[in-house]
């Protein structure tokens, strides 16, 4: 039976960076956003964001993400109306995915709410990623078009470090690179995974 790594972290904590490394020593890894992403391109999903959050949010039936983003990640109750849509959907996507891995002993789940969405019950071992507060926001503005006050706001939606350190098997501090890729060789070997599995 393939067992699932959770693998989480706070916004900007760097855990693509994190998964990238498994997938690049054997792991299949699947990245619970980008799932979210394909997912809400389904036409019932649309369906179901238009009835709860209005047809505002949509241009020529594609959805403004960032419209969205700037609606539920400032209100807790509109943030989880949307993950009661969504996240159905992407633990189907995930359960389909898993059946395609079955010859591998372990598959990695990455995703920023593994705990929040309670999808750290289907995990088997849960690695937590943390970099300092100051580095995680210089990343995200780095990466997103975004401001300072939008990320501390993201910020305060998600579990703190100490919460996810605690219900965690393993941490990984991403502050410097060549530390935590170690620390990936190091997880790899305690559970005993294989450089590439075939």
Same mark, same amino acid.
């Given at each position: ?25 054997? +792991? ?10 394909? *997912?809400?391109?389904? $036409?019932?999903?649309? /369906?179901?964001?238009?009835?709860? @959050?209005?047809? &505002? ?7 403004? /993400? ?10 807790? $109750? ?15 996507? @995930? ?19 593994? @705990?929040? &969405?309670?999808?750290? =019950?289907?995990?088997? +071992?849960?690695?937590? +990623?943390?970099?300092? $507060? ?10 997103? =078009?975004?401001?300072?006050?939008? *990320?501390?706001? /993201? ?10 350190? &605690?219900?965690?098997?393993? *941490? ?5 690179? =060549? %530390?935590?890729?170690?620390? *990936?060789?190091?997880?790899? =070997?305690?559970?005993? %995974?294989?450089?590439?599995? &075939?």
């Amino acid at each position: 039976m393939t067992k699932v790594i959770g693998l989480t972290g706070g916004i900007g904590s760097g855990k693509t960076t994190i998964a990238n490394y498994f997938n690049k020593m054997g +792991v299949p890894v699947y990245i619970a956003d980008d799932a979210a992403k394909k *997912v809400m391109q389904s $036409e019932s999903i649309i /369906r179901e964001i238009k009835t709860a @959050f209005g047809e &505002s949010l949509f241009e020529n039936n594609i959805l403004n /993400r960032a419209k969205l983003a700037a609606i539920v990640f400032n209100d807790s $109750e509109k943030l989880a109306a949307l993950n009661a849509i969504v996240h159905p959907a992407v633990k189907k996507d @995930f359960e389909s995915w898993l059946l395609e891995k079955k010859e591998y002993d372990y598959v990695m789940y990455e995703a920023a709410i593994l @705990f929040e &969405s309670g999808r750290y =019950k289907d995990c088997d +071992v849960i690695i937590n +990623v943390t970099a300092p $507060e100051e580095v995680r926001i210089e990343r995200v503005l780095k990466r997103d =078009k975004t401001t300072k006050e939008q *990320v501390l706001s /993201r910020i305060k939606m998600q579990w703190n470090d100490e919460k996810r350190i &605690s219900n965690s098997n393993f *941490v990984i501090n991403n502050d410097n690179l =060549k %530390i935590a890729e170690e620390e *990936v060789v190091k997880i790899l =070997k305690i559970l005993d %995974i294989k450089q590439n599995q &075939s």
